[in-house]
């Protein structure tokens, strides 16, 4: 049952921290797919946790994918996912899906892909919002 929280998401709608992923030499940035469409990609690999013996689980991979549509110059959400740097931690929201296509080798692959609707850049601890509210603290004294 929706609730007033999620009435009005899709069902595969999903929100991760990511941690970003370029292999040597590949490069990011917004390029055009060949009807115009700019577009952006990156794989990123999302923590699965630990299991109860304490160890850590195998990362899921999955790829980000910012896009905007034909005819219109790059959205800033495109434009984040082209800008991702390897190690970049980002949170995204947006439509999980298995994309299937055949290589060049005619081997069929199958991969998760986040339709990226919104990213934000994720911190580990709060060190700098701690410094500044103990700032705007010493001037009230």
Avoid: H
Avoid at 34 to 42: L, T, V
Avoid at 48 to 74: H, I
């Amino acid at each position: 049952m929706a609730t007033k929280s999620n009435k009005n998401r899709p069902s595969n709608y999903f929100i991760v921290t990511a941690r970003a992923f370029r292999k040597d030499g590949e490069d990011g940035g917004v390029q055009l797919t060949k009807n115009g469409q700019p577009i952006a990609k990156c794989r990123a690999s999302v923590s699965m946790g630990k299991d109860k013996e304490g160890e850590y689980k195998p990362s899921m991979w999955v790829e980000l994918v910012g896009f905007t549509r034909e005819g219109d110059d790059p959205n800033e959400v495109t434009e984040a996912v082209g800008a991702l740097e390897a190690g970049d931690y980002v949170t995204v929201k947006g439509r999980l899906a298995m994309e299937e296509w055949t290589g060049d080798d005619d081997v069929t692959r199958q991969s998760l892909t986040i339709w990226v609707q919104s990213i934000e850049p994720f911190s580990f601890d709060n060190d700098e919002d701690q410094d500044e509210e103990e700032d705007e603290e010493e001037d009230l004294i």
